[in-house]
């Protein structure tokens, strides 16, 4: 899998276009990738390496993207890891430009049963903005390959396209238009089972970092010189010998330790 995608992609070009010319959703998606060139992080498993790294996932993520199965599940992981869950949840989530009377930014909201009809109706593209998302919560910048993704995966689609019409009029062409047909279907099934995986690594790497919060304490103030040698049996050597209990740093969801546990 991971051979087919850089050998189908190594002749398109790695960097951001200077301008998106594709309209539709599909512009929409792409000006939001290139919106996107200049955000500080990266994503811990790169797309071209999910396909080696989580092998279970990206099949089951590739076989799952015609039905819907792979967007359905990556949307709502997507919403309730970084978001209000499925509260926050909008046709497209917002990245679609609008579609003849409706404003798909405001379209759905909140709805489970708009997001089920949104995956089955665009499986893979579903599964795109899933990742899109996800990229915009964490100020994630898309990767080199991503750009050659974009671009032939639009290269496949036009070159099926144009077969397809030239097959209605010239019956030899049918077979090619067919096999181009299927090329470009596995294609786009390969690179969602790999951002299905992607998604996935995303995700239950967040989920296993353990943030610390202090809970109980008193500041501590740096850069002073320790206080002279107080007398024996002076109230100010009393309290040097039992200084205050400072702050317990736990993680975050375990329970506040007791006061005599802290003064331990």
């Not at 489970?112 to 899109?132: D, K, Q, Y």
């Not at 039992?242 to 702050?247: A, D, E, F, K, Q």
Request: include cysteine.
């Amino acid at each position: 899998l991971l051979v087919k995608i850089n050998m189908v992609c190594c002749l398109c070009p790695d960097v951001p276009p200077e301008q998106v010319y594709s309209k539709g959703a599909r512009g929409g998606r792409d000006r939001a990738m290139v919106a996107m060139k200049d955000n500080p992080h990266r994503f811990a498993l790169g797309l071209k390496d999910s396909c080696c790294t989580e092998p279970a996932c990206c099949l089951l993520s590739a076989c799952g993207a015609p039905f819907g199965c792979t967007a359905c599940w990556a949307r709502k992981a997507v919403l309730e890891r970084y978001h209000n869950g499925i509260d926050d949840y909008v046709c497209c989530q917002g990245y679609m430009p609008r579609c003849c009377c409706l404003d798909l930014g405001t379209t759905c909201r909140g709805s489970e049963l708009g997001l089920f009809f949104e995956a089955c109706c665009c499986g893979v593209f579903s599964v795109s903005i899933a990742r899109i998302h996800l990229m915009d919560s964490k100020q994630i910048r898309p990767e080199p390959l991503d750009y050659q993704i974009i671009a032939c995966s639009n290269c496949l689609q036009l070159v099926s396209c144009v077969l397809d019409i030239v097959a209605i009029f010239i019956k030899g062409a049918r077979d090619l238009a067919f096999v181009v047909d299927v090329v470009a279907d596995v294609f786009t099934c390969s690179v969602a089972g790999c951002m299905g995986a992607q998604i996935r690594h995303e995700i239950t790497r967040d989920r296993g970092e353990i943030q610390f919060v202090v809970v109980e304490g008193v500041p501590v103030v740096t850069g002073h010189a320790l206080p002279a040698a107080a007398p024996q049996g002076s109230l100010a050597s009393q309290d040097m010998c039992n200084p205050p209990s400072l702050g317990t740093a736990v993680p975050v969801g375990s329970a506040v330790p007791q006061a005599s546990e802290m003064e331990r």
